[in-house]
Protein backbone atom coordinates (compact mmCIF):
# COMPACT_ATOMS: atom_id res chain seq x y z
CA UNK A 1 0.00 0.00 0.00
CA UNK A 2 1.95 3.52 -1.48
CA UNK A 3 0.23 6.11 -1.31
CA UNK A 4 1.98 7.77 -4.17
CA UNK A 5 1.36 8.38 -7.98
CA UNK A 6 3.59 6.54 -11.00
CA UNK A 7 6.45 8.55 -11.26
CA UNK A 8 6.70 9.84 -7.56
CA UNK A 9 9.77 7.09 -7.40
CA UNK A 10 11.67 9.34 -9.44
CA UNK A 11 11.37 12.68 -7.09
CA UNK A 12 11.75 10.15 -3.68
CA UNK A 13 14.66 8.93 -5.35
CA UNK A 14 16.32 12.06 -6.16
CA UNK A 15 15.31 13.16 -2.43
CA UNK A 16 17.48 10.20 -1.49
CA UNK A 17 20.08 10.83 -3.63
CA UNK A 18 20.37 14.63 -2.61
CA UNK A 19 20.27 13.21 0.87
CA UNK A 20 23.19 10.97 0.49
CA UNK A 21 25.17 13.22 -0.86
CA UNK A 22 24.29 15.70 2.16
CA UNK A 23 25.51 12.33 4.53
CA UNK A 24 28.95 12.49 2.62
CA UNK A 25 29.69 16.26 2.85
CA UNK A 26 29.11 16.60 6.55
CA UNK A 27 30.68 12.78 7.15
CA UNK A 28 33.95 14.82 5.26
CA UNK A 29 33.28 17.85 7.03
CA UNK A 30 33.83 16.20 10.50
CA UNK A 31 36.66 14.09 9.31
CA UNK A 32 38.28 17.11 8.83
CA UNK A 33 37.75 18.49 12.36
CA UNK A 34 39.10 15.61 13.56
CA UNK A 35 42.52 15.39 10.61
CA UNK A 36 42.45 18.56 9.30
CA UNK A 37 45.89 17.61 7.52
CA UNK A 38 45.49 17.69 3.52
CA UNK A 39 42.91 20.51 4.06
CA UNK A 40 42.78 21.77 0.47
CA UNK A 41 42.23 18.59 -1.34
CA UNK A 42 39.26 17.64 1.38
CA UNK A 43 38.15 20.85 1.27
CA UNK A 44 37.70 20.52 -2.88
CA UNK A 45 36.18 17.23 -2.31
CA UNK A 46 33.12 19.05 -0.58
CA UNK A 47 33.00 21.74 -3.35
CA UNK A 48 32.75 18.51 -5.96
CA UNK A 49 29.72 17.38 -3.43
CA UNK A 50 28.64 20.71 -3.34
CA UNK A 51 28.19 20.79 -7.07
CA UNK A 52 26.64 17.11 -7.02
CA UNK A 53 23.37 18.77 -5.44
CA UNK A 54 23.43 21.26 -7.59
CA UNK A 55 22.93 18.93 -10.26
CA UNK A 56 20.42 17.06 -8.47
CA UNK A 57 18.88 20.19 -7.74
CA UNK A 58 18.39 20.97 -11.38
CA UNK A 59 17.31 17.58 -12.91
CA UNK A 60 15.14 17.66 -9.63
CA UNK A 61 13.40 20.86 -10.82
CA UNK A 62 13.21 19.87 -14.71
CA UNK A 63 11.27 16.58 -13.86
CA UNK A 64 9.04 18.96 -11.74
CA UNK A 65 8.62 20.86 -14.73
CA UNK A 66 7.91 17.78 -16.98
CA UNK A 67 5.39 16.25 -15.20
CA UNK A 68 1.61 17.70 -14.14
CA UNK A 69 1.00 14.66 -12.00
CA UNK A 70 3.40 14.62 -8.72
CA UNK A 71 3.39 12.49 -5.74
CA UNK A 72 2.48 15.63 -3.29
CA UNK A 73 2.22 19.22 -3.71
CA UNK A 74 4.46 20.68 -6.35
CA UNK A 75 5.14 23.43 -3.98
CA UNK A 76 6.00 21.27 -0.92
CA UNK A 77 8.48 19.02 -3.65
CA UNK A 78 9.89 22.25 -4.76
CA UNK A 79 10.37 23.59 -1.19
CA UNK A 80 12.28 20.23 -0.54
CA UNK A 81 14.48 20.27 -3.19
CA UNK A 82 15.46 23.84 -2.62
CA UNK A 83 15.62 23.03 1.36
CA UNK A 84 18.11 19.72 0.83
CA UNK A 85 20.27 21.68 -1.44
CA UNK A 86 20.79 24.96 1.17
CA UNK A 87 22.17 22.15 3.73
CA UNK A 88 25.30 20.78 1.61
CA UNK A 89 25.56 24.51 0.21
CA UNK A 90 26.42 25.75 3.74
CA UNK A 91 28.24 22.69 4.61
CA UNK A 92 30.11 23.56 1.63
CA UNK A 93 30.46 27.36 2.65
CA UNK A 94 31.93 26.36 5.98
CA UNK A 95 34.36 24.15 4.28
CA UNK A 96 35.54 26.80 2.24
CA UNK A 97 35.96 29.45 5.17
CA UNK A 98 38.96 27.04 6.64
CA UNK A 99 40.74 27.37 3.90
CA UNK A 100 40.37 31.19 3.33
CA UNK A 101 40.89 32.14 7.20
CA UNK A 102 43.75 29.66 6.95
CA UNK A 103 42.46 27.73 10.40
CA UNK A 104 44.95 24.63 11.12
CA UNK A 105 43.78 24.27 14.57
CA UNK A 106 40.52 23.21 14.78
CA UNK A 107 38.47 23.94 18.21
CA UNK A 108 37.29 21.47 20.13
CA UNK A 109 33.63 23.09 19.75
CA UNK A 110 33.78 22.93 16.01
CA UNK A 111 34.63 19.88 15.82
CA UNK A 112 31.13 18.66 18.89
CA UNK A 113 28.99 21.06 15.88
CA UNK A 114 30.60 18.74 12.95
CA UNK A 115 29.10 15.84 15.19
CA UNK A 116 25.50 17.39 15.71
CA UNK A 117 25.63 18.27 11.73
CA UNK A 118 26.23 14.51 11.18
CA UNK A 119 23.51 13.17 13.07
CA UNK A 120 21.27 16.13 11.85
CA UNK A 121 22.27 14.77 8.20
CA UNK A 122 21.61 10.53 9.18
CA UNK A 123 18.02 11.51 10.70
CA UNK A 124 17.21 13.98 7.61
CA UNK A 125 18.13 10.66 5.50
CA UNK A 126 16.15 8.89 7.50
CA UNK A 127 13.37 11.03 7.20
CA UNK A 128 13.42 10.85 3.55
CA UNK A 129 13.14 7.15 3.40
CA UNK A 130 10.70 6.53 5.64
CA UNK A 131 8.29 9.29 3.36
CA UNK A 132 7.98 6.65 0.75
CA UNK A 133 5.46 4.80 2.56
CA UNK A 134 2.50 5.93 4.44
CA UNK A 135 3.10 3.08 6.97
CA UNK A 136 6.43 4.51 8.17
CA UNK A 137 5.24 8.28 8.06
CA UNK A 138 5.69 7.97 11.70
CA UNK A 139 9.16 7.29 11.56
CA UNK A 140 9.80 10.60 9.69
CA UNK A 141 7.91 12.25 11.81
CA UNK A 142 10.18 11.16 14.93
CA UNK A 143 13.31 11.87 12.56
CA UNK A 144 11.96 15.37 12.30
CA UNK A 145 11.22 15.54 16.32
CA UNK A 146 14.99 14.07 16.28
CA UNK A 147 16.77 17.20 13.87
CA UNK A 148 14.31 19.61 16.34
CA UNK A 149 16.58 18.27 19.36
CA UNK A 150 19.71 18.16 17.31
CA UNK A 151 19.17 21.44 16.37
CA UNK A 152 18.67 23.07 19.94
CA UNK A 153 21.78 20.60 20.87
CA UNK A 154 23.44 23.28 17.82
CA UNK A 155 22.43 25.83 19.71
CA UNK A 156 23.43 24.83 23.05
CA UNK A 157 27.36 24.46 21.89
CA UNK A 158 27.39 27.15 19.73
CA UNK A 159 26.65 29.47 23.01
CA UNK A 160 29.36 27.65 24.72
CA UNK A 161 31.78 27.98 21.75
CA UNK A 162 30.86 31.86 22.02
CA UNK A 163 31.41 31.98 25.76
CA UNK A 164 34.56 30.65 25.60
CA UNK A 165 35.88 32.27 22.21
CA UNK A 166 35.38 35.79 23.84
CA UNK A 167 36.56 35.03 27.48
CA UNK A 168 39.92 33.39 26.44
CA UNK A 169 40.80 35.23 22.77
CA UNK A 170 42.04 38.82 22.74
CA UNK A 171 42.36 38.63 18.64
CA UNK A 172 39.76 40.47 17.38
CA UNK A 173 40.37 38.76 13.73
CA UNK A 174 40.79 35.44 15.45
CA UNK A 175 37.32 36.15 17.20
CA UNK A 176 35.85 37.16 13.56
CA UNK A 177 36.90 33.92 12.06
CA UNK A 178 35.94 31.36 15.01
CA UNK A 179 32.73 33.49 15.16
CA UNK A 180 31.82 32.99 11.26
CA UNK A 181 32.57 29.19 11.92
CA UNK A 182 30.21 28.35 14.34
CA UNK A 183 27.86 30.17 13.35
CA UNK A 184 27.89 29.12 9.67
CA UNK A 185 27.90 25.03 11.14
CA UNK A 186 25.07 26.37 13.83
CA UNK A 187 23.05 27.56 10.64
CA UNK A 188 23.94 24.08 8.63
CA UNK A 189 21.77 22.30 11.53
CA UNK A 190 19.04 24.91 10.91
CA UNK A 191 18.87 24.61 7.55
CA UNK A 192 18.18 20.40 8.35
CA UNK A 193 15.64 21.43 10.73
CA UNK A 194 14.28 23.39 7.83
CA UNK A 195 13.98 20.23 5.26
CA UNK A 196 12.13 18.80 8.79
CA UNK A 197 9.75 21.15 8.35
CA UNK A 198 8.72 20.56 4.61
CA UNK A 199 8.57 16.87 5.53
CA UNK A 200 6.83 17.48 8.61
CA UNK A 201 4.48 19.93 6.11
CA UNK A 202 4.02 16.75 3.52
CA UNK A 203 2.87 14.74 6.09
CA UNK A 204 0.75 16.81 7.55
CA UNK A 205 -1.12 16.99 4.59
CA UNK A 206 -1.12 13.69 3.57
CA UNK A 207 -3.01 12.57 6.98
CA UNK B 1 -20.58 35.14 13.28
CA UNK B 2 -17.94 33.08 13.97
CA UNK B 3 -15.55 31.77 11.26
CA UNK B 4 -13.70 29.07 12.36
CA UNK B 5 -14.51 25.20 12.53
CA UNK B 6 -15.09 23.33 16.02
CA UNK B 7 -11.21 23.14 17.49
CA UNK B 8 -10.81 26.38 15.93
CA UNK B 9 -10.31 28.17 19.62
CA UNK B 10 -7.70 25.50 20.21
CA UNK B 11 -5.58 26.33 17.89
CA UNK B 12 -6.11 30.51 18.28
CA UNK B 13 -5.96 30.27 21.96
CA UNK B 14 -2.51 28.07 21.63
CA UNK B 15 -1.27 31.06 19.32
CA UNK B 16 -2.16 33.90 21.80
CA UNK B 17 -0.53 31.70 24.41
CA UNK B 18 2.44 32.06 22.65
CA UNK B 19 2.33 35.76 21.98
CA UNK B 20 1.69 36.01 25.77
CA UNK B 21 4.68 34.39 26.43
CA UNK B 22 6.35 36.41 23.46
CA UNK B 23 5.46 39.93 24.90
CA UNK B 24 6.68 39.03 28.52
CA UNK B 25 10.12 37.77 27.18
CA UNK B 26 10.22 41.37 25.48
CA UNK B 27 8.89 42.73 28.55
CA UNK B 28 11.48 41.21 30.29
CA UNK B 29 14.28 41.92 27.44
CA UNK B 30 13.78 46.24 27.43
CA UNK B 31 13.16 45.78 31.86
CA UNK B 32 17.20 44.51 31.55
CA UNK B 33 18.36 47.09 29.11
CA UNK B 34 16.90 49.55 31.51
CA UNK B 35 18.52 47.48 34.58
CA UNK B 36 21.09 45.58 33.83
CA UNK B 37 21.58 44.39 37.53
CA UNK B 38 21.10 40.64 38.58
CA UNK B 39 22.16 40.18 34.32
CA UNK B 40 22.52 36.07 35.09
CA UNK B 41 18.92 35.33 36.59
CA UNK B 42 16.93 37.74 34.23
CA UNK B 43 18.70 36.09 31.40
CA UNK B 44 17.94 32.75 32.68
CA UNK B 45 14.42 33.79 33.39
CA UNK B 46 14.18 34.69 29.66
CA UNK B 47 15.71 30.98 28.80
CA UNK B 48 12.58 29.95 30.87
CA UNK B 49 10.01 31.40 28.71
CA UNK B 50 12.07 30.26 25.46
CA UNK B 51 11.49 26.83 26.89
CA UNK B 52 7.88 27.72 27.44
CA UNK B 53 7.47 28.65 23.82
CA UNK B 54 9.17 24.90 22.48
CA UNK B 55 6.17 23.27 24.69
CA UNK B 56 3.78 25.76 23.35
CA UNK B 57 4.99 24.96 19.93
CA UNK B 58 5.50 21.21 20.21
CA UNK B 59 1.82 20.88 21.56
CA UNK B 60 0.85 23.02 18.98
CA UNK B 61 1.97 20.75 16.35
CA UNK B 62 0.27 17.84 17.52
CA UNK B 63 -2.95 19.60 17.45
CA UNK B 64 -2.10 20.05 14.33
CA UNK B 65 -1.39 16.45 13.23
CA UNK B 66 -4.69 14.71 15.27
CA UNK B 67 -6.78 17.24 13.57
CA UNK B 68 -7.90 16.57 10.36
CA UNK B 69 -9.76 19.87 10.10
CA UNK B 70 -8.57 22.73 10.77
CA UNK B 71 -9.58 26.54 11.01
CA UNK B 72 -7.28 27.99 8.16
CA UNK B 73 -4.83 26.72 6.01
CA UNK B 74 -2.76 23.44 7.57
CA UNK B 75 0.18 25.05 6.05
CA UNK B 76 -0.57 28.55 7.45
CA UNK B 77 -0.98 27.01 10.92
CA UNK B 78 2.53 25.62 10.31
CA UNK B 79 4.12 28.91 9.28
CA UNK B 80 2.24 30.75 12.31
CA UNK B 81 3.60 28.34 14.78
CA UNK B 82 7.34 27.73 13.31
CA UNK B 83 7.32 32.48 12.95
CA UNK B 84 6.02 32.59 16.43
CA UNK B 85 8.36 30.42 17.85
CA UNK B 86 11.29 31.82 15.94
CA UNK B 87 10.79 35.47 17.34
CA UNK B 88 11.30 34.06 21.41
CA UNK B 89 14.40 32.75 20.41
CA UNK B 90 15.70 35.55 18.55
CA UNK B 91 15.06 37.89 21.96
CA UNK B 92 16.57 34.83 24.16
CA UNK B 93 19.21 34.75 22.05
CA UNK B 94 20.12 38.61 22.33
CA UNK B 95 19.72 38.28 26.24
CA UNK B 96 22.14 35.22 26.31
CA UNK B 97 24.91 37.50 24.05
CA UNK B 98 24.55 39.61 27.23
CA UNK B 99 25.91 37.62 29.29
CA UNK B 100 28.65 35.52 27.01
CA UNK B 101 29.61 39.00 25.77
CA UNK B 102 30.17 40.07 29.28
CA UNK B 103 28.19 43.49 28.43
CA UNK B 104 28.04 45.80 31.64
CA UNK B 105 26.79 49.00 29.93
CA UNK B 106 23.61 49.10 27.73
CA UNK B 107 24.22 51.44 24.87
CA UNK B 108 21.36 53.52 24.56
CA UNK B 109 20.97 52.34 21.09
CA UNK B 110 20.25 48.91 22.52
CA UNK B 111 17.43 49.74 24.62
CA UNK B 112 15.95 51.83 21.63
CA UNK B 113 15.67 48.59 20.50
CA UNK B 114 14.11 46.68 23.03
CA UNK B 115 11.60 49.14 22.65
CA UNK B 116 10.62 48.93 19.42
CA UNK B 117 10.72 45.13 19.98
CA UNK B 118 8.18 45.09 22.94
CA UNK B 119 5.81 47.41 20.86
CA UNK B 120 6.31 45.43 17.81
CA UNK B 121 5.47 41.61 20.17
CA UNK B 122 2.33 44.15 21.47
CA UNK B 123 1.25 44.78 17.90
CA UNK B 124 1.66 41.20 17.13
CA UNK B 125 -0.90 39.96 20.08
CA UNK B 126 -3.32 42.39 19.09
CA UNK B 127 -3.13 40.95 16.02
CA UNK B 128 -3.68 37.30 16.82
CA UNK B 129 -6.71 38.11 19.07
CA UNK B 130 -7.86 40.21 16.54
CA UNK B 131 -7.56 36.97 13.95
CA UNK B 132 -10.56 35.26 16.30
CA UNK B 133 -13.20 36.55 14.70
CA UNK B 134 -14.16 37.94 10.71
CA UNK B 135 -15.48 41.08 12.70
CA UNK B 136 -11.88 42.66 13.80
CA UNK B 137 -9.68 41.43 10.55
CA UNK B 138 -9.45 44.62 9.84
CA UNK B 139 -7.99 45.72 13.14
CA UNK B 140 -5.57 42.50 12.63
CA UNK B 141 -4.57 43.97 9.68
CA UNK B 142 -3.55 47.00 11.01
CA UNK B 143 -1.70 45.87 13.85
CA UNK B 144 0.10 44.56 10.73
CA UNK B 145 0.81 47.67 9.30
CA UNK B 146 2.17 48.89 12.68
CA UNK B 147 4.25 46.01 12.67
CA UNK B 148 5.60 46.97 9.13
CA UNK B 149 6.50 50.34 10.77
CA UNK B 150 8.21 49.35 13.62
CA UNK B 151 10.24 47.16 11.73
CA UNK B 152 11.23 50.11 10.11
CA UNK B 153 11.87 51.90 12.93
CA UNK B 154 14.52 49.39 14.20
CA UNK B 155 15.93 49.32 10.67
CA UNK B 156 16.40 53.36 11.13
CA UNK B 157 17.70 53.19 15.13
CA UNK B 158 20.02 49.87 13.86
CA UNK B 159 22.08 52.45 11.32
CA UNK B 160 22.01 54.89 13.75
CA UNK B 161 23.43 52.77 16.41
CA UNK B 162 26.27 51.12 13.58
CA UNK B 163 26.98 54.76 12.87
CA UNK B 164 28.06 56.14 16.07
CA UNK B 165 29.72 52.38 16.83
CA UNK B 166 31.68 53.00 13.95
CA UNK B 167 32.30 56.53 14.69
CA UNK B 168 33.62 56.06 18.02
CA UNK B 169 34.43 52.69 18.87
CA UNK B 170 38.56 51.87 18.08
CA UNK B 171 38.13 48.63 19.96
CA UNK B 172 37.33 45.84 17.48
CA UNK B 173 36.21 43.32 20.21
CA UNK B 174 33.31 45.88 21.29
CA UNK B 175 32.31 46.70 17.72
CA UNK B 176 32.34 43.32 17.80
CA UNK B 177 30.14 42.51 20.42
CA UNK B 178 27.66 45.10 19.93
CA UNK B 179 26.76 45.23 16.14
CA UNK B 180 25.92 41.54 17.03
CA UNK B 181 23.61 42.38 19.44
CA UNK B 182 22.07 45.36 17.22
CA UNK B 183 21.74 42.96 14.82
CA UNK B 184 19.40 40.27 16.99
CA UNK B 185 17.38 43.14 18.25
CA UNK B 186 16.55 44.11 14.91
CA UNK B 187 16.31 40.69 13.06
CA UNK B 188 13.89 39.82 16.05
CA UNK B 189 11.56 42.73 14.75
CA UNK B 190 12.07 41.17 11.12
CA UNK B 191 10.74 37.98 12.55
CA UNK B 192 7.18 39.49 14.14
CA UNK B 193 6.88 41.00 10.78
CA UNK B 194 7.26 36.98 9.45
CA UNK B 195 4.66 37.09 11.76
CA UNK B 196 2.41 39.50 10.25
CA UNK B 197 2.84 38.14 6.78
CA UNK B 198 1.21 35.15 8.00
CA UNK B 199 -1.60 36.73 9.76
CA UNK B 200 -2.18 39.08 6.37
CA UNK B 201 -1.89 35.62 4.18
CA UNK B 202 -4.41 34.19 6.18
CA UNK B 203 -7.29 36.76 6.54
CA UNK B 204 -6.64 37.65 2.66
CA UNK B 205 -7.28 33.83 2.14
CA UNK B 206 -10.24 33.96 4.23
CA UNK B 207 -11.80 37.12 2.31
CA UNK C 1 -3.77 34.61 -26.58
CA UNK C 2 -2.95 36.05 -22.42
CA UNK C 3 -3.36 33.82 -19.67
CA UNK C 4 -4.44 35.84 -17.16
CA UNK C 5 -7.99 37.21 -15.44
CA UNK C 6 -8.78 40.72 -15.73
CA UNK C 7 -7.16 43.24 -13.60
CA UNK C 8 -4.31 40.64 -13.64
CA UNK C 9 -2.31 43.49 -15.27
CA UNK C 10 -2.47 45.78 -12.72
CA UNK C 11 0.05 43.20 -10.74
CA UNK C 12 1.77 42.45 -13.60
CA UNK C 13 2.74 46.40 -14.30
CA UNK C 14 3.31 46.88 -10.54
CA UNK C 15 5.63 43.73 -10.75
CA UNK C 16 7.28 45.15 -13.49
CA UNK C 17 7.41 48.63 -12.21
CA UNK C 18 8.91 47.41 -8.31
CA UNK C 19 11.43 45.31 -10.91
CA UNK C 20 12.25 48.76 -12.89
CA UNK C 21 13.16 50.25 -9.44
CA UNK C 22 15.03 47.88 -8.04
CA UNK C 23 16.69 47.72 -11.37
CA UNK C 24 17.65 51.34 -11.03
CA UNK C 25 19.08 50.90 -7.30
CA UNK C 26 20.92 48.02 -8.73
CA UNK C 27 22.13 50.53 -11.37
CA UNK C 28 23.22 53.41 -8.99
CA UNK C 29 25.11 50.95 -6.39
CA UNK C 30 26.96 49.89 -9.79
CA UNK C 31 27.69 53.72 -10.50
CA UNK C 32 28.98 54.51 -6.94
CA UNK C 33 31.60 51.52 -6.89
CA UNK C 34 32.73 53.44 -10.18
CA UNK C 35 32.40 56.53 -8.96
CA UNK C 36 32.20 57.05 -5.02
CA UNK C 37 32.44 61.25 -5.72
CA UNK C 38 29.36 62.92 -4.01
CA UNK C 39 28.85 59.64 -1.80
CA UNK C 40 25.98 61.18 0.60
CA UNK C 41 23.95 62.48 -2.33
CA UNK C 42 23.95 59.40 -4.32
CA UNK C 43 23.08 57.10 -0.84
CA UNK C 44 20.06 59.37 -0.83
CA UNK C 45 18.94 58.71 -3.82
CA UNK C 46 19.32 54.90 -3.50
CA UNK C 47 17.43 55.52 -0.36
CA UNK C 48 14.76 57.83 -1.97
CA UNK C 49 14.05 54.39 -4.15
CA UNK C 50 13.91 52.09 -1.40
CA UNK C 51 10.76 54.45 -0.08
CA UNK C 52 9.75 54.09 -3.97
CA UNK C 53 10.28 49.98 -2.83
CA UNK C 54 7.82 50.72 -0.06
CA UNK C 55 5.21 52.10 -1.57
CA UNK C 56 4.92 49.60 -4.49
CA UNK C 57 4.67 46.88 -1.87
CA UNK C 58 1.95 49.11 0.12
CA UNK C 59 -0.55 49.22 -3.36
CA UNK C 60 0.42 46.09 -4.10
CA UNK C 61 -0.95 44.76 -1.02
CA UNK C 62 -3.76 47.00 -0.98
CA UNK C 63 -4.83 45.43 -4.48
CA UNK C 64 -4.13 41.93 -3.04
CA UNK C 65 -7.22 42.92 -0.49
CA UNK C 66 -9.28 44.63 -2.61
CA UNK C 67 -9.57 41.49 -5.05
CA UNK C 68 -11.04 38.30 -4.76
CA UNK C 69 -10.04 36.84 -8.26
CA UNK C 70 -6.39 36.97 -8.73
CA UNK C 71 -4.31 36.38 -11.86
CA UNK C 72 -2.17 33.24 -10.03
CA UNK C 73 -2.19 32.08 -6.30
CA UNK C 74 -2.88 34.61 -3.90
CA UNK C 75 0.40 33.58 -1.83
CA UNK C 76 2.63 33.65 -4.82
CA UNK C 77 1.67 37.24 -5.53
CA UNK C 78 1.81 38.37 -1.49
CA UNK C 79 5.43 35.96 -2.11
CA UNK C 80 6.70 37.64 -5.08
CA UNK C 81 5.68 41.52 -3.34
CA UNK C 82 7.90 40.72 -0.43
CA UNK C 83 10.39 39.06 -2.11
CA UNK C 84 10.61 41.88 -4.55
CA UNK C 85 10.90 44.50 -1.43
CA UNK C 86 13.84 42.79 -0.46
CA UNK C 87 16.09 43.29 -3.29
CA UNK C 88 15.76 46.85 -2.91
CA UNK C 89 15.96 46.96 0.61
CA UNK C 90 19.31 45.03 0.61
CA UNK C 91 20.95 47.05 -1.77
CA UNK C 92 19.89 49.94 0.26
CA UNK C 93 21.40 48.78 3.34
CA UNK C 94 24.53 47.97 1.49
CA UNK C 95 24.83 51.57 0.18
CA UNK C 96 24.01 53.01 3.75
CA UNK C 97 26.97 50.76 5.22
CA UNK C 98 29.14 52.72 2.47
CA UNK C 99 28.27 55.81 4.13
CA UNK C 100 28.12 54.40 7.99
CA UNK C 101 31.63 52.93 7.57
CA UNK C 102 33.08 55.91 5.90
CA UNK C 103 34.27 53.78 3.17
CA UNK C 104 36.14 56.13 0.88
CA UNK C 105 38.63 53.56 -1.84
CA UNK C 106 35.70 51.15 -3.05
CA UNK C 107 37.69 47.53 -3.04
CA UNK C 108 37.97 46.11 -6.77
CA UNK C 109 36.09 42.36 -5.77
CA UNK C 110 32.80 44.67 -4.18
CA UNK C 111 32.69 46.51 -8.09
CA UNK C 112 32.56 43.35 -9.04
CA UNK C 113 29.61 42.23 -6.86
CA UNK C 114 28.28 45.10 -7.80
CA UNK C 115 28.00 43.98 -11.46
CA UNK C 116 26.65 40.42 -10.62
CA UNK C 117 23.52 41.95 -8.74
CA UNK C 118 22.71 44.92 -11.61
CA UNK C 119 23.14 41.84 -14.30
CA UNK C 120 21.11 39.76 -12.24
CA UNK C 121 18.21 42.40 -11.72
CA UNK C 122 18.43 42.80 -15.17
CA UNK C 123 17.32 39.01 -15.94
CA UNK C 124 14.74 39.36 -12.72
CA UNK C 125 13.48 42.28 -14.94
CA UNK C 126 13.17 40.31 -17.80
CA UNK C 127 11.63 37.32 -16.00
CA UNK C 128 8.55 39.72 -14.56
CA UNK C 129 7.91 40.62 -18.54
CA UNK C 130 8.12 37.76 -19.38
CA UNK C 131 5.31 36.01 -16.79
CA UNK C 132 3.19 38.27 -19.03
CA UNK C 133 2.53 35.97 -21.48
CA UNK C 134 2.35 31.77 -21.39
CA UNK C 135 4.25 31.90 -24.86
CA UNK C 136 7.32 33.34 -23.29
CA UNK C 137 6.97 31.31 -20.23
CA UNK C 138 10.03 29.33 -20.97
CA UNK C 139 11.98 32.77 -21.53
CA UNK C 140 10.97 33.63 -18.03
CA UNK C 141 12.50 30.52 -17.16
CA UNK C 142 15.65 30.92 -18.76
CA UNK C 143 15.75 34.23 -16.93
CA UNK C 144 15.59 32.21 -13.89
CA UNK C 145 18.22 29.91 -14.80
CA UNK C 146 20.72 32.90 -15.63
CA UNK C 147 19.77 34.79 -11.90
CA UNK C 148 20.50 31.25 -10.31
CA UNK C 149 23.60 31.17 -12.61
CA UNK C 150 24.71 34.34 -11.66
CA UNK C 151 24.37 34.06 -7.71
CA UNK C 152 26.83 31.05 -8.03
CA UNK C 153 29.26 33.56 -9.54
CA UNK C 154 28.70 35.93 -6.47
CA UNK C 155 29.36 33.54 -4.29
CA UNK C 156 32.53 32.80 -6.15
CA UNK C 157 33.46 36.56 -6.34
CA UNK C 158 32.28 36.58 -2.36
CA UNK C 159 34.33 33.78 -1.35
CA UNK C 160 37.36 35.51 -3.11
CA UNK C 161 36.69 38.60 -1.33
CA UNK C 162 37.00 37.21 1.52
CA UNK C 163 40.36 34.98 0.91
CA UNK C 164 41.67 38.44 -0.48
CA UNK C 165 40.71 40.31 2.65
CA UNK C 166 41.94 37.91 5.34
CA UNK C 167 45.12 37.44 3.68
CA UNK C 168 45.97 40.76 3.11
CA UNK C 169 44.49 42.98 5.89
CA UNK C 170 45.44 43.25 9.30
CA UNK C 171 43.06 45.62 10.94
CA UNK C 172 39.92 44.07 12.26
CA UNK C 173 37.81 46.99 12.02
CA UNK C 174 38.33 47.07 8.04
CA UNK C 175 37.78 43.30 8.38
CA UNK C 176 34.58 43.93 10.20
CA UNK C 177 33.29 46.59 7.18
CA UNK C 178 34.28 45.34 4.62
CA UNK C 179 33.46 41.19 5.04
CA UNK C 180 29.66 42.89 6.03
CA UNK C 181 29.63 44.72 2.64
CA UNK C 182 30.34 41.90 0.77
CA UNK C 183 27.83 39.91 2.27
CA UNK C 184 25.22 42.41 1.74
CA UNK C 185 25.99 42.05 -2.08
CA UNK C 186 25.97 38.73 -1.96
CA UNK C 187 22.60 38.16 0.10
CA UNK C 188 21.00 40.70 -2.47
CA UNK C 189 21.89 38.64 -5.46
CA UNK C 190 20.33 35.05 -2.86
CA UNK C 191 17.17 37.73 -2.77
CA UNK C 192 16.96 37.79 -6.51
CA UNK C 193 17.15 34.31 -6.93
CA UNK C 194 14.07 34.34 -3.67
CA UNK C 195 12.27 35.91 -6.35
CA UNK C 196 13.15 33.70 -9.09
CA UNK C 197 11.93 31.18 -6.96
CA UNK C 198 8.59 32.51 -6.87
CA UNK C 199 8.48 33.13 -10.79
CA UNK C 200 9.28 29.32 -11.06
CA UNK C 201 6.87 28.49 -8.85
CA UNK C 202 4.05 30.18 -10.60
CA UNK C 203 5.12 28.94 -13.94
CA UNK C 204 4.80 25.72 -12.62
CA UNK C 205 1.62 26.25 -11.29
CA UNK C 206 0.19 27.81 -14.23
CA UNK C 207 1.73 24.78 -16.91
Known amino acids: MRWFLPKSN ?3 SMFRHASDNIVDGAALFHEITLDPSNLKEKVERLKEMEHVGDRITHEAMDLLNQHFITPFDREDIHALI ?4 DVIDVTDAAAQ ?3 LFRITAIPPHLRR ?7 STREMQRALVALHNRKTHAEALKACVEINRLENDADVVHR ?3 GELFANSTDAITIIKLKELYSLLESATDRCEDVANVVQSIIIKAS
Chains 1, 2, 3 share one sequence.
Open 10 to 12: DFL
Open 82 to 85: SRLD
Open 97 to 99: RLV
Open 113 to 119: LAEILLS
Open 160 to 162: EAL
